[in-house]
T-cell receptor, first 113, second 112 residues
Framework: AQSVSQHNHHVILSEAASLELGCNYS??????LFWYVQYPGQHLQLLLK??????LVKGIKGFEAEFIKSKFSFNLRKPSVQWSDTAEYFC???????????FGQGTRLTINP | DAGVIQSPRHEVTEMGQEVTLRCKPI?????LFWYRQTMMRGLELLIY????????DSGMPEDRFSAKMPNASFSTLKIQPSEPRDSAVYFC??????????FGEGSWLTVV
């Protein structure tokens, strides 16, 4: 069965620091990839998604992610974080043609002002 | 569009009581999903529907859980009887024929 691993459970950064959150998945076929963000007490919101084409995708709020097929990875990046980026971030994978979206365990990001 | 609407937003109930969570998907979306979020297990897919028909309920933890979708604009997730380990945030989500899922704000359930 497909699975998604987010290696960092809790990341603490200062404002203006650069961010990279890791995401690896286990499935050899074609996948659709997503990053969702969950602000404290709120629902999940889509940050960005990859279906095909350019492996570097840009999302909202200055986030981007790079799909590296050979590494089964889809890491999330932001060059300069803000205090308002404090949230939990979820990587998710869907096998193309299937309906299930499988989530990683999430990474809690804390930004200190 | 109003987005996916869930109710109640918060519920505290006693062990053994029946709990019913409700969801109104985004109009026109063919798929509806119920997810559960806990600290221990993260986000788990419980069940999903396509055109009101349950397609995969393999994530439903046990017989105490049941879900229905009587029409395209309404779904329920019922727990009977509830137990403390059912305490979690339950998210309903919907999507059209494409690939992006839209989540509701969640129902925060506490069973004491």
């Amino acid at each position: 069965a497909q699975s998604v691993s987010q290696h960092n459970h809790h990341v603490i950064l200062s404002e203006a620091a650069s961010l990279e959150l890791g995401c690896n998945y286990s499935y050899g076929g074609t996948v659709n990839l997503f990053w969702y963000v969950q602000y404290p007490g709120q629902h999940l919101q889509l940050l960005l998604k990859y279906f095909s084409g350019d492996p570097l995708v840009k999302g909202i709020k200055g986030f981007e992610a790079e799909f590296i097929k050979s590494k089964f990875s889809f890491n999330l990046r932001k060059p300069s974080v803000q205090w308002s980026d404090t949230a939990e971030y979820f990587c998710a994978v869907k096998i193309q043609g299937a309906q299930k979206l499988v989530f990683g365990q999430g990474t809690r990001l804390t930004i200190n002002p | 569009d109003a987005g996916v609407i869930q109710s109640p937003r918060h519920e505290v109930t006693e062990m053994g009581q029946e709990v019913t969570l409700r969801c109104k998907p985004i109009s026109g979306h063919d798929y509806l999903f119920w997810y559960r979020q806990t600290m221990m297990r993260g986000l788990e897919l419980l069940i999903y529907f396509n055109n009101n028909v349950p397609i995969d309920d393999s994530g439903m933890p046990e017989d105490r859980f049941s879900a229905k979708m009587p029409n395209a604009s309404f779904s329920t997730l019922k727990i009977q009887p509830s137990e403390p380990r059912d305490s979690a945030v339950y998210f309903c989500a919907s999507r059209p024929g494409g690939n992006t899922i839209y989540f509701g704000e969640g129902s925060w359930l506490t069973v004491v």
